[in-house]
């Protein structure tokens, strides 16, 4: 067979190759900084990439020059297990990376492509960027139904990854070689924008990923996307400052824009000029040092009696990269004072607008760097600052308390626990979660001691992020030790990574708690009437509920079945040596250890902020009568900021 000779300036590739060739010269660049825009491509191969993706993968390692650069040549492949897991690994990368590099994601069609779905709507809704890179069924029609392929009567060009249009903050299926070019640079900028970015989809037929085209050289040359830092506009500068300047007790409150700013030695100077205290949202929390004077702790319905305290008698909040979730604002409840204002920085309008504010359109960075300087000179009065500092001290000596554990033959509790890691860890360390009981633990009683340290997915606050995540995390920060906190029920949803941090040497730690049961859950199913209904791991009973004795599952032995070193801790002592151990250990490593749930042992303070989960309106259950009388009473207490 002759091979056609491109036309002079162009080069003749595959549409998968010409895809991995152009990712591969894709940078963002920041403060003059330079980062690859997409690092590596995760994938899992089926009948739907394999002979596309996967084999332009594969090219891409094998023609690229390799030790003339300091980094990866072509598009580095990562092997994963489930492809949900992927995107959670990817979405860690980004995160840990201040968005300014990303994973791809590559899945066949079918199966493969939906299990896409749970990931990209936790990263869109975090608004962190992946690129998502389904197959498709055939563009041809020639193979009609193709294997996995959903037929739809109503409507021939309907697949099933439409149901990532929702979810993904810019969607194109690319039917032929000519649009991958519009359809790829739309991707990077989306990717690109800290306002915009989010999953991206570009879901790719099989027919085309293999199919050939004369592509223009221009395509992949070196292409930079600046990520800007908007100075606010002087007008709305202007209000910002007086609103400020005429608040008696104002608040900050921190979300995770500042991180992905990397803003936190402006916040810093802006707080350490003013005295306003700083409280932190689950995505801003470590935007300043927790032994630093200004930082009250978490805010919302899991947050400090400091922070909450603060918040319900502020007369002016300034909101900083802050997306305001029913748990910040505790469903509308906690900003109570009469004629409390907002002014909300950040770079997105949409947020900025959000409870009635004072709009500052800007990066955080630029933002509160203008605002410290025209502030020159203002500071809260000294009164304000000495009540939050007792305040502040006060809380302290409930988190040692917390954290105390006298008796180290005893079982431990769950706090407990974090104070046992708590010993262990410094600034170096990074802590993930995302879901049960230990978020409002964490961020009532974690010590964040330096950016990014703390890694809370509570956006969409995803059962089975943490593992992977933590995978991703230590690929973007390889000399930083790793903490993966997870539950049973988290765990049983998606350990199945642990086989990739194995397979790649990745030594992160889990730290595997054993409580029988969804613990969270359980707590809130107790409050709003539920009476804990299906939320224990246990056997039925005679009366064919859940309430029989727990079930014989080994979940350390699962995860020394796949390939982890295993430290068992049965009491605190134990816990305190393996900790230590699974720091310096050169190999990932779970600490187990099943923790005393008894109502005797102390815990976590109580929630300082209501969260609005509706009780039902009528039963016949005294638990959801009386839980409904609470509920109206909290509920009472609702107000919408104009």
């Not at 020639?142 to 109503?154: S, T």
């Not at 949409?350 to 509160?368: E, I, N, P, Q, Y």
């Not at 033959?409 to 626990?417: F, K, N």
């Amino acid at each position: 067979m002759t091979v056609p000779t491109p036309p002079p300036g162009t080069r003749r590739l595959t549409v998968a190759q010409a895809l991995v060739e152009f990712l591969a010269h894709q940078y963002t660049e920041r403060d003059g900084r330079r980062h690859r825009l997409i690092n590596a491509c995760w994938g899992i191969f089926g009948h739907g990439n394999v002979a596309g993706l996967g084999q332009a993968l594969l090219e891409s390692r094998a023609a690229s020059p390799r030790g003339t650069t300091p980094e990866p040549p072509g598009l580095p492949y990562l092997q994963g297990r489930n492809e949900q897991a992927m995107v959670h690994a990817a979405v860690g990368y980004a995160r840990q990376c201040d968005r300014l590099s990303a994973h791809a994601v590559t899945t066949s069609i079918g199966p493969g492509a939906t299990n896409l779905v749970t990931g990209a709507a936790l990263a869109t809704i975090n608004r962190l960027p992946v690129l998502l890179l389904p197959g498709d069924s055939f563009a041809t029609r020639r193979a009609d139904p193709v294997l996995q392929q959903l037929e739809v009567p109503y409507a021939g060009d309907v697949s099933v990854n439409d149901a990532l249009r929702p979810v993904s903050r810019f969607f194109d299926r690319v039917t032929r070689p000519e649009a991958l070019i519009p359809a790829a640079l739309q991707a990077m900028r989306v990717l690109a924008d800290p306002v915009e970015t989010g999953a991206v989809t570009l879901a790719l037929p099989q027919d085309v990923q293999a199919e050939a085209h004369d592509w223009p050289e221009e395509f992949f040359a070196d292409r930079v996307w600046r990520v800007p830092r908007p100075a606010p506009d002087p007008a709305a500068l202007a209000d910002a400052v007086r609103a400020v300047r005429g608040a008696r007790r104002p608040l900050v409150i921190a979300g995770g824009g500042v991180h992905h700013s990397e803003a936190e030695d402006a916040l810093r100077a802006f707080a350490d000029s003013t005295g306003i205290p700083v409280a932190a949202t689950q995505a801003g929390k470590g935007a300043l040092r927790h032994d630093h004077p200004a930082d009250v702790g978490g805010i919302g319905h899991t947050g400090t009696a400091t922070a909450d305290g603060l918040a319900r008698e502020a007369d002016l909040i300034l909101g900083v990269g802050t997306r305001y979730t029913d748990f910040t604002t505790a469903s509308g409840t906690l900003f109570a004072a009469p004629g409390v204002r907002f002014v909300n920085l950040n770079i997105a309008s949409f947020d900025s607008h959000k409870l009635g504010a004072l709009s500052l359109v800007a990066d955080a960075r630029t933002g509160l760097e203008a605002l410290t300087a025209e502030l020159a000179a203002h500071r809260v009065d000294p009164a304000y600052e000495e009540a939050y500092t007792a305040a502040k001290s006060e809380w302290e000596t409930r988190v040692d308390a917390a954290y105390a554990a006298d008796d180290e033959t005893a079982r431990p509790s769950q706090t407990q626990v974090l104070g046992a890691l708590d010993a262990v860890v410094d600034d170096t360390d990074i802590v993930l979660n995302a879901a049960g009981s230990l978020p409002g633990d964490l961020h009532k009683l974690w010590r964040a001691r330096s950016r990014r340290q703390y890694h809370l997915e509570y956006g969409y606050s995803c059962m089975g992020y943490e593992i992977p995540a933590a995978i991703g995390v230590r690929l973007a920060a390889p000399d930083r030790p790793v903490w993966a906190l997870v539950g049973d029920g988290t765990y049983l949803m998606n350990p199945t990574e642990i086989v990739t941090a194995v397979q790649e040497g990745l030594n992160i730690n889990i730290v595997l708690i054993q409580n029988h049961g969804y613990a969270s859950i359980g707590g809130l199913s107790q409050q709003t009437g539920g009476e804990r209904f299906g939320t224990d791991y246990r056997f039925r009973a005679e009366d064919g509920t859940y309430t029989g004795p727990p079930l014989p599952v080994d979940l350390a032995a699962n995860a020394a079945s796949l390939g982890m070193h295993v430290l068992r801790a049965g009491t605190v002592g134990e816990l305190r040596a393996a900790l230590a151990d699974a720091r310096t250990a050169n190999r990932p490593t779970c600490v187990y250890v099943e923790t005393e749930t008894a109502d005797t042992v102390p815990g976590a303070p109580d929630s300082q902020a209501w969260w609005d989960v509706p009780v039902a309106e009528t039963a016949t259950r005294p638990a959801a009568v009386a839980a409904r009388e609470v509920y109206d009473r909290h509920a009472a207490g609702r107000r919408r900021h104009l």
